[in-house]
């Protein structure tokens, strides 16, 4: 018979210590089987211990040697059909289905492997070497390429085609994942510390590097992946995993090296990989190293129960808002107002784009954390402008504006600022998301509710806002944007804390804001974001945040402003810059630590 227990109760893990929400893996490299055929320049995918490796050089002359590793030793296979070096690869290849793709000298050829012999396919659009692959053997990527090409192929089993491209041109870079779900990391000349990924639509700048390099060994996954070696501009054996999201130092390899293969697909992740041959640092080696993670801890569920063993309490996991606080930063180099979603990026990499003195200006700035540096100015004065707020310092569109030319787009590089197609609906004080290859404009000055999505190459008018509005907060990207607050009235004031998300087809409205504003900022997620400032009387320092479903009243702004400059980051670390009254240089950084803590349960 069932006990009361079995019943109604429930188990409560004993652990020593708390669990969280993730932890960076630790690892080391160890010594593998050597290859037969020293060499560099090579290409191969599979896992740690079925791993395939071929091409090359053996400085010279080109290699066509391709061999298998077991986890212990290298066997020789039959050769690819075409000498080559600086190839790409099928990354989540195996030992019986591969893909040899391209290599120098700067070809097309692409050669697939069946488990017993290479048949030449058909050739890619643009022949290139020193280039990144990624995905299987019937649905790969050719990433980039010699020349810095910024240029992307798609292969489906019988042909390429080309697709979108690299927001950043380069060769030498490395890639892995999937055809749908991609890292393209580094490159050179100099050592690039670019990481974009790809959705399978377009390429979204991410997290940069900590070690600029060129042709590293790079394998696992779209969210768990790990680069060893490469080119600094003399060979490095520095490593690093990336867990989604940004780049955490690991222990070097036992030999610096570049021009390696790498291997360890999605379903080795960053836990066991492998790293053979390379130049270190002029001749070909045929040394294998293997890379295993030590990391174990317990992972953080929402409405866990448990006791702590070490502190001797029960604790629950929960979720809990309000813990955060507004701290002084930098100030901007030129005071002034937008009025517009005119800043993007994170609370260390974010920029801040046109705005208004006295007059329309152009001046653009990047901020560091800690300082702002003026950078080459827009070509058309605006203000009122709406940018791709999950840009990046080197990848950002501005949209609209009260201008000159109320309809004209700017794309930024890094370096430039490319005027680009027009938008549908010229106006300004619109809200604004997305990437620079995938932005989203929702609201106008007239309080209309269109609503215009940019994919890379032209502006298309997809589903109306249901309330429509001008002076929003909004943030996120072109498949999950939310927009909040504004003037829906006329005449004015008539401000609403209406929001609305935007799930890519349709608007729906959400939880309003506990304070109506406009002329607010705002930064994150439709699943955990921030809205602050208005220039309702008096003008206010409210801030709230936002949790998926509704908003909760946090720490104030220090200094109640609105029409900020620059906004833009995460739930738990934005930035606000500039705004009025008085066009002000003030920058203010938010900071709240994890919403999902560990609490001790107390009785009475």
């Known amino acids: 018979m069932a006990s009361y227990k079995t019943i109604k109760g429930f188990a409560v893990q004993t652990v020593s210590t708390d669990p969280v929400a993730s932890a960076t893996p630790t690892g080391t490299w160890s010594s593998g089987g050597n290859m037969n055929d020293a060499r560099s320049g090579l290409a191969g995918g599979g896992t740690q211990t079925a791993a395939i490796a071929f091409a090359g050089t053996t400085d010279p002359p080109e290699s066509n040697s391709a061999e298998t590793y077991n986890g212990t030793a290298w066997t020789e296979i039959a050769n690819i059909n075409t000498a080559r070096t600086f190839v790409g690869s099928s990354t989540n290849g195996s030992t019986t289905a591969a893909l040899c793709i391209f290599g120098s000298p700067s070809s097309g050829k692409t050669e697939s492997w069946n488990g017993s012999a290479w048949s030449e396919v058909n050739d890619g659009n643009t022949g290139r070497q020193e280039l990144g692959g990624a995905g299987t053997q019937t649905a790969a990527l050719a990433i980039g ?13 019988t042909s390429w085609t080309e697709t979108t491209d690299l927001n950043t041109g380069r060769h030498g870079l490395s890639g892995t994942g999937t055809q749908t779900e991609a890292l393209a990391v580094g490159g050179n000349p100099p050592a690039k510390n670019e990481t974009e990924s790809w959705n399978g639509t377009a390429w979204t700048e991410l997290n940069n590097l900590n070690t600029a390099r060129g042709f590293g060994a790079l394998s696992g996954s779209y969210v768990l992946a790990i680069i060893g070696g490469g080119t600094t501009g ?6 690093e995993s990336w867990n989604g999201t940004s780049w955490t130092e690991q222990n070097n390899l036992a030999t610096a090296r570049s021009h390696v ?11 066991s990989n492998l790293a053979f041959g390379g ?30 063993s070490g502190s001797n309490a029960f604790k629950v996991t929960q979720t809990v808002i309000g813990t955060g606080s507004w701290a002084s930063g930098g100030n901007l180099n030129t005071a002034r107002s937008n009025q517009g979603p005119a800043g993007a990026g994170t609370q260390t990499a974010g920029i801040a784009v046109g705005g208004y003195t006295n007059t329309h200006v152009t001046n653009v700035e990047t901020y560091n954390g800690s300082s702002w540096t003026e950078i080459a100015d827009i070509n058309t004065a605006r203000y009122g402008n709406g940018t791709s707020t999950s840009g990046t310092t080197t990848a950002v569109i501005t949209a609209g504006g009260n201008s000159t030319g109320g309809d004209k787009v700017e794309s930024w590089n890094g370096s430039n600022w490319t005027e680009i197609a027009e938008i549908n609906n010229p106006d300004y004080y619109r809200g604004s998301a997305g990437t620079q290859t995938a932005m989203i404009l929702a609201s106008q000055s007239t309080r209309a509710t269109n609503t215009e999505i940019w994919n890379g190459s032209s502006w298309t008018e997809v589903n109306n806002m249901n309330t429509g509005r001008y002076a929003v907060a909004s943030f996120g990207i072109t498949t999950a944007t939310l927009v909040t607050g504004g003037n829906k009235g006329a005449p004015p004031p008539d401000d609403t804390g209406a929001t609305e998300i935007f799930d890519g087809t349709s608007w729906t409205e959400v939880g309003d804001m506990s304070t109506v504003k406009q002329y607010c900022g705002g930064g994150g997620t439709t699943t955990d974001g921030i809205a602050f400032g208005t220039n309702n009387t008096p003008t206010s320092a409210n801030t709230e945040a936002w949790n998926g479903s509704a908003w909760t009243e946090v720490a104030n702004l220090a200094t109640g402003r609105n029409s900020f400059t620059g906004a833009a980051g995460s739930g738990t670390s934005a930035f606000a810059a500039g705004g009025n009254p008085g066009n002000v240089t003030t920058t203010e950084e938010w900071t709240q630590p994890s919403s999902v803590l560990n609490q001790t349960i107390t009785v009475g």
């Open 261 to 271: 293969g790498g291997a360890g697909g999605t379903s080795g992740g960053s836990n």
């Open 234 to 239: 003399s060979v490095t054996a520095n490593t």
């Open 279 to 308: 130049r270190p640092p002029s001749s070909g080696t045929s040394a294998t190293e293997e890379w295993a993670t030590s990391s174990d801890y317990a992972q953080q569920n929402l409405g866990q129960v448990y006791y702590n």
């Open 145 to 157: 390429g010699n020349g810095n090409k910024a240029n992307v192929e798609s292969w489906n089993g």
